[in-house]
């Protein structure tokens, strides 16, 4: 193809500059002398620094704090303050300035290309911006990492409902807020507008909330946003929604009006409605006719060898870790295929850990029981109550939730582990670990945990197993 002389040419060119993307335009050209560029249309560090991950935990790590302070002797009970809460969120989004990001980028030697990417033949994009249009050429490879966009059925279209953008970056706490899901973000986003002092309903469709999750959890998650006065209605379709005077009002501003929503569980009226039911891979408007290709290829793998697709765009499970993992993976694949060579990877696909911020905190990685039944596992199961070990029993004074390692009986290698109570996101780490590693559950105990730490728990779990998994199969 001809290139005019406008046409800017870099190794590696990455359509999103979200965390997965910045990963992949680092990881593909470090230490090889190859260049990169990022095409980003937003803010640099996208969804996850400014309107997810970031925001979202820094509005619940008060509240947690707040809630172990209410139930630990020997301390006043600490309250959530909702306008120094926010500013702790505004601090943490860096005011929605992504200079930092950038200031990152061109130190590690990445072009940061402010526009729209959308793929106008092979290896060739076309950047549109206000400054005008421009064409940019891939020599190796493009990268889309475009991340994901929330759903809307049309219904809710017209009442200008509430997205994850709008509770993560709240400024007007709605008295009521409706929030339709079950999911992750219906089970986060409660917590944190509970604190801020809105009566929270939220309607599933399913019997249970977080319905990827071990049965157990749910059903903890389920008692504890009751607890905190969270009222959920499982079963629960919403047949129609409706909204006086809907207005755009900016991200995080009550939308409008109240809204009516009919439902199979009666009418329910609030001031804001939250649309947290899953997000699909944001490929619509990437230019993939123009190689050929329809979203579906993307999410399945067709694509030609100059192209990959990482993190949410890619339709794999949508977490920034899984999303940089698959970026180092790529990444790698890049550098090594310009080289001529082929990058190692282990055989078979690593685990996905996953950690819910609810209350309790869910913490899990592999397979659940079912899931490994399903695969035809012969499996044993470890159930024991979170507050089984003294270094857990000493987080608080009363520690609910149980934990369950799931383990294949005939080879005795750990198939997933799920870890439900106060502050287990750091315990699920472990067991990624022994799942990668191949590591028997009879070697298992010999890691030994300090005591009295919450790791100790792994020492009940891998007791409670039957006792001929204490030793290597016969
Ligand atoms: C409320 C909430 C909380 C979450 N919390 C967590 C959490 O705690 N832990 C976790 O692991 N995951 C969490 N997630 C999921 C996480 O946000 C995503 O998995 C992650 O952001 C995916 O990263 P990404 O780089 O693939 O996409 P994104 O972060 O969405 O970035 C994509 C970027 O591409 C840009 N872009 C899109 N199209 C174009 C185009 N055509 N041209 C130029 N630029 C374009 C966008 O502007 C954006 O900046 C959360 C999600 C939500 C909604
Ligand atoms: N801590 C974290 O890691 C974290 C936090 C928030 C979000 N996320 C990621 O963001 C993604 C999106 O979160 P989410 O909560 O929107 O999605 P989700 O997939 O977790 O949950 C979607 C929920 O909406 C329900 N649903 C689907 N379609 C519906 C419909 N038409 N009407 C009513 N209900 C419907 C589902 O039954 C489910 O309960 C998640 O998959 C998760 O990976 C991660």
Redesign the pocket.
Known sequence: MAIDAGTQEYDVVV????????NAAQYAVEGTGMTSAI???????????Y???I???ALLRPVTVADVSADLRGVSTARVKPKALLKRRDYWVSHYDDSGQQSWAEGAGIAVLR????LTGERTIR?TSADGDRTVRARQAVVL????A?RVPAMYADVLPWS??D??GVVEVPDRLVIVGGG??AC??AVWMTALGSAVTVLARGDRLLSRSEPFASEAVLDGLRRRGVTVHLRTEVDDVRRSEPAATGLGRVHGGAVTLSTSAGEVEADEVLL?IG?SP?LE??GLGSVGLTADDVTSGRMPDWLYA?????GG????????HQARVVGARIAASAAGDVAWEPDREAPVP??V?SDPEVASVGLTEAEARDDGHDVVVSRVPSSSASGTGLLRDHVEGQSQLVVDARTRLLLGATFVGPEVAELVHAATVAIVGDVPVHVLRHAVASYPTASELWLRLLEDLPRELRTPPA
């Open positions: 359509i999103g500059g979200g965390p997965v993307g910045e095409i980003e249309r937003e803010l640099l560090g996208g969804e996850c620094s309107y997810a991950c925001p979202s935990k526009g729209e990417g959308r950047v990492a475009t991340g994901s929330p994850s953008r509770a993560t992750v973000v986060e986003a947290a997000r944001r408007d990437v990482v993190g949410d765009a890619s499970p949508p977490l920034t870790h899984w999303g940089k996953q950690v911020f």
